[in-house]
C-alpha cells in the first residue's frame, strides 16, 4: 500500500466519499489510489474555481465535508476566490493539493512555489506532509480540522514522492473531534436580563442558528413585542418557506440597513460580528449600528447557539410553540418586460416544491428572496464572501449534495462568465439544475457603487468598464457548447415557460433572461 491509498482508505473510513477535481502529474498517485480502493465518487471540473466552489456546494447540503484534488501551488491558487466563500460560510472541506517530490524542489522548475503560504490566508488548518510516518498523523488531523464544530477549510499538500512511496496502516475509523460548546449560563442570564428591560432588542444571528431549530428559537423570542432578529446580508444556508420559521437579511444598502435597525437598542450577536457596510464610503461610518446602541455578544462560532437560544427563551417564558410559521400565499404570475420585480415573481410562481435556489443574482436578484418568502418550502444557498464567480459551481455542488432535489441558480451575467465551466459538469453529471442568467449585459452594481461614492454620473471610460455589450455575449450559444440546452426569455410569460419546462425534464437546462 503507498501512501496516497492509505490516505484514500482513512478518507473513507472517516466518511468522506465525495471528491471535485482537476488533477495533474503530482496528483496521478492519488488519482490510480481512488480507483484502486474505491468508495470516493470523483468528479471532473475545468477550471479549479469550479472545484472548490462546487465543493462549497456539496458540503453545505450534505452537511459533511467535501474533498477536492488539486495541482501544486497555481492549481491552488485559481481555486482561491472561491475557498475564501467556502471559508466564509464555514463549509466543511478537505484540500489535497500535490506538490514536487521532496528531493525535486532544489531544481526549481517552473510549478515550484510556497504552496503552504498560498493556502494559509484561505484555511483555517494548513499542514504540508514532511514524513511518510507523518502520513497518519496528518490525514487524522486535517479530517478533524475540516470536521470540527466550527466547520473550516483544511489544506494537506502531499509532496508527490510521499504518495508513491510505502504507506502506513490508514485510520480505521473517523478520528475524535470536539462537540459544539455550550453558550455559557452567565451570558445566557445576561442577554434574558437586557430582554427584561423592555428595550428593542435585534437578535443578529448566523450559522446554525438559521437553522430550522435555531429560527423556532428565534421565532420564540420574536414572540416578545420589543426583539425581532435579522440575518446578515451573505449566510451560509437558510431552510425557509411555507411551513417553517420566516428568515429575512439586514439589507444590502447601508442607509436602508441603518433605517431598518434605527429604532434598535441592544444588539444580540450570534456566530457574527456587528453589522456594518459592505465596503467603506467616503464621510460615512462602516457600522450601521445606531448611535446609542449596545452590542453583546451572545455566542461564537463552535458554540452550540441553538441550545443557547432555547435556553434563553425558556428562561424568558415564552413557550415551546410560541414561533409563526410562514404561511403559503399564491404569488400572482407576472407578465410583460421582465424586470427585477417580474423575474423574482415568476420564479416565486413556479418555484418546485424543496428546491434549492444558489443565490448569485447581486444587484438584479435581490426581489427574489422576499419573492419567495411565502413560496413553497425550499433551502437558499447564496455566495458568502463576496468573492464573485461563486454561483455556477455552488449550484453543481448542491445538486451533488442533494441529488433528488431541482436546484434553480439565480445567476448575474457578469459574474457568471468568471467559472461557466460549471455548465459542463452539470452536463457530464446529468444534474437537474436550472440555471437563470439575469442578463442586463453590465456589471451593474459597479454602477450603484459609483453613485455611493459620490459619482452618480460615471464617465466614458468607467461606463466602458462596466458595459458587457461590446460585443454581446451570446449565453445560448457558450451554454450549449457546454452541453447544456438553453432558451432565451424576453417577457415574463416565456420566462415561467421555459422554467416550468426545466422542472419538468431532468438534467440541466439554463434560461437567459433578457432584463429590460
Known sequence: MNGAESIVKSLTAAGIDRCFANPGTSEMHFLAALDRVGGIDCSLCLFEGVVTGAADGYARMAGKPALTL?????????????????????????????????????????????VVDIARPFSDWVRKIDRPEDIARDVSEAIAAASGPKGGIATLVLPTDLAWGPGPAPLSSAPQVPGLDPVPDEVIAEAAAIIERGEPVLIFATG???????????????SLAHVEYLAPVNGARYDRGAGRVGIARIPYDPGLARARIGHIKHILLVGTDEPASFF??????????PEGCTLHRFSEAGMDAVAGLEALADRLGTGATAYRVTEW????????????????????????????????????????????????????????????????????????????RRVVSVQADGSGLFTLQALWSQAREGLDVTTVILANQSYEILKGEMANIGVPTPGPLAQDMMSLQNP?????????????????????????????????????????????
Not at 73 to 90: D, E, F, I, Q, V
Open 70 to 114: 488539486l495541482h501544486c501551488g497555481p492549481g491552488l491558487a485559481n481555486g482561491l476566490a472561491n475557498l475564501h466563500n467556502a471559508k466564509r460560510a464555514r463549509t466543511p472541506m478537505l484540500n489535497i493539493v500535490g506538490d514536487h517530490a521532496r528531493d525535486h524542489v532544489r531544481f526549481n522548475t517552473p510549478l515550484t512555489s510556497d
Open 208 to 222: 446554525p442558528a438559521l437553522s430550522e431549530a435555531g429560527t423556532r428559537a428565534l421565532g420564540r423570542l420574536a
Open 280 to 289: 467603506a464610503y467616503p464621510d460615512t461610518p462602516g457600522s450601521v449600528v
Open 329 to 404: 400565499i399564491e404569488t400572482a404570475r407576472p407578465s410583460g418586460a421582465i424586470t427585477p420585480t417580474s423575474l423574482a415573481a415568476a420564479i416565486a410562481a413556479t418555484l418546485p416544491e424543496h428546491a434549492i435556489i444558489c443565490d448569485e443574482g447581486l444587484t438584479q436578484g435581490r426581489e427574489v428572496m422576499p419573492a419567495t418568502t411565502h413560496g413553497p418550502p425550499h433551502s437558499w444557498v447564496q455566495i458568502t464572501g463576496g468573492a464573485i464567480g461563486n454561483g455556477l459551481p455552488l449550484a453543481l455542488g448542491a445538486a451533488m449534495g442533494a441529488r433528488d
Open 472 to 516: 454581446a455575449i451570446d449565453w445560448l450559444a457558450l451554454s450549449k457548447g457546454f452541453g447544456v440546452p438553453a432558451a432565451r426569455a424576453e417577457d415574463a410569460e416565456t420566462l415561467m415557460q421555459l422554467l416550468e419546462q426545466s422542472y419538468a425534464t431532468p438534467g440541466p437546462f439554463l434560461i437567459e433572461a433578457r432584463i429590460g
